[in-house]
């Protein structure tokens, strides 16, 4: 079985978001994305879409996001109370919220 992912927080994440039993035996190989240092790849037209929730880091991209969102606070853009952003998160990842004491 071959399962792809990407390294989130130094843990790998499962494109498909298949689980693994705790305590599987699993066999690592790194894809070059990054240069020859690592060898070649196996798959080398592979590149994940930029959209998917596990794409690499864009330190660009980001930093575009931020300057906008800073710009747009500077024109007094209203924002969404944090509740409100932290419900939205919890919807999109399926996860529950617990209301604080």
């Known amino acids: ?30 894809l070059d994305e990054l240069g020859d240092e690592q060898g070649p790849s196996l798959y080398p037209d592979y590149v994940v879409p930029d959209d998917h929730p596990h794409a690499p880091y864009n330190r660009e991209r980001e930093v575009a996001i931020l300057r906008e969102s800073i ?6 853009e209203k924002g969404i109370p944090l509740d409100e952003a ?7 990842l399926d996860l529950t919220v617990k209301a604080p004491d």
């Open 1 to 30: 079985m071959v399962i792809e992912g990407t390294v989130v927080a130094g843990r790998v994440v499962p494109d498909n978001g298949e689980h693994l039993p705790e305590g599987a035996r699993v066999r690592l190989e790194l």
């Open 71 to 76: 710009e747009a606070m500077k024109t007094g």
């Open 86 to 92: 932290m419900a939205r998160i919890a919807a999109e």
